[in-house]
T-cell receptor, first 115, second 112 residues
Framework: EAGVAQSPRYKIIEKRQSVAFWCNPI?????LYWYQQILGQGPKLLIQ????????DSQLPKDRFSAERLKGVDSTLKIQPAKLEDSAVYLC?????????????FGPGTRLTVT | DAKTTQPNSMESNEEEPVHLPCNHS???????IHWYRQLPSQGPEYVIH???SNVNNRMASLAIAEDRKSSTLILHRATLRDAAVYYC?????????????FGKGTKLSVIP
């Protein structure tokens, strides 16, 4: 089966500019996650969707970050305006609700550099 | 959230077994123990998970202490492809919560 797709893979922007990332989860996966991974650290959850509803966005900096999941499939994460500290890899993951592992499948990530 | 403690880094020789430890002394009875790994420039990938009993799959084995306060991920024969950061994560098993909270993990280096 096809994995989680993300684009772009790399993005360089200047501070105060805006940027958007796109994620296409594995077909049929109801749950979608966006993570931020700063160099040298583990991924940090930003937002979790179940179908097209938000389950948890408690760690999303809502003054500058927004995310949506239209029709419960694809999702976009936007940053506006970007700050230097937003430089990180943004990972998208998806999972189904079957079994007991709730295994999350991760995409390759988008590496964002803010200059 | 219950926390895990892992060594920052470990080394192993190729084709030898590797035991990656994880301490989770505050684990609750409803927490599953999950292991994920992240190869360089890739997203994390699921390795194995367990609740109370030891578990085996094609990638690794998970040994869970009887009191569940620690666990060990066992790679039976390390290959160069196993060089990665390994994350030990506790996942609450209650309904509606499937989140993973990643720490810094253990960076495994495999020496040819």
């Amino acid at each position: 089966e096809a994995g989680v797709a993300q684009s772009p893979r790399y993005k360089i922007i200047e501070k105060r500019q805006s940027v958007a990332f796109w994620c296409n989860p594995i077909s049929g996966h109801a749950t979608l996650y966006w993570y931020q991974q700063i160099l040298g650290q583990g991924p940090k959850l930003l937002i979790q969707f179940q179908n097209n509803g938000v389950v948890d966005d408690s760690q999303l900096p809502k003054d500058r970050f927004s995310a949506e999941r239209l029709k419960g499939v694809d999702s976009t994460l936007k940053i506006q305006p970007a700050k230097l500290e937003d430089s990180a890899v943004y990972l998208c993951a998806s999972s189904s609700l079957r079994g007991d592992s709730y295994e999350q499948y991760f995409g390759p990530g988008t590496r964002l550099t803010v200059t | 959230d219950a926390k895990t403690t892992q060594p920052n880094s470990m080394e192993s020789n190729e084709e030898e077994p590797v035991h990656l430890p994880c301490n989770h002394s505050t684990i609750s009875g409803t927490d599953y123990i999950h292991w994920y790994r992240q190869l360089p420039s890739q997203g994390p990938e699921y390795v194995i998970h367990g609740l109370t009993s030891n578990v085996n799959n094609r990638m690794a084995s998970l040994a869970i202490a009887e009191d569940r306060k620690s666990s060990t991920l066992i790679l039976h024969r390390a290959t160069l492809r196993d060089a990665a950061v390994y994350y030990c994560i506790l996942r609450y098993s209650g309904a509606g919560s499937y989140q993973l909270t990643f720490g810094k993990g253990t960076k495994l280096s495999v020496i040819p």
